[in-house]
Nanobody, 112 residues
Framework: QVQLVESGGGLVQPGGSLRLSCVASGFTFTSYYMSWYRQAPGKEREMVATISVTGGVTSYADSVKGRFTISRNNAKNTVYLQMNSLKPEDTAVYFC?????WGQGTLVTVSS
């Protein structure tokens, strides 16, 4: 069955960095755009970044442009989110999305 498994979340100080990973299985990874979303406490889920099947086209939410980078390794069925210059407002559960499926999420907490 379709499965997305995120990892890489944790506690980081403001200004720090984290790299999230999402391993996909159960579908043809190379046929689908992949996205990262996040949901902060008390807020709606929002799109953070999207990447095309070859990785040649990416898009970002305005709030993360210039700080986050989405990438993918099609040989490993994995999509990444490199997060730099993290801010407290980046605190959220981050979800991987592709082929209409969602992962279980990984918590990112930015706090001193």
């Amino acid at each position: 069955q379709v499965q997305l498994v995120e990892s890489g979340g944790g506690l980081v100080q403001p200004g720090g960095s984290l790299r999230l990973s999402c391993v996909a299985s159960g579908f043809t990874f190379t046929s689908y755009y992949m996205s990262w979303y996040r949901q902060a406490p008390g807020k709606e889920r929002e799109m953070v970044a999207t990447i095309s099947v070859t990785g040649g086209v990416t898009s970002y939410a305005d709030s993360v442009k210039g700080r986050f980078t989405i990438s993918r390794n099609n040989a490993k069925n994995t999509v990444y989110l490199q997060m730099n210059s993290l801010k407290p407002e980046d605190t959220a559960v981050y979800f991987c999305n592709g082929r209409g499926a969602w992962g279980q999420g990984t918590l990112v907490t930015v706090s001193s």
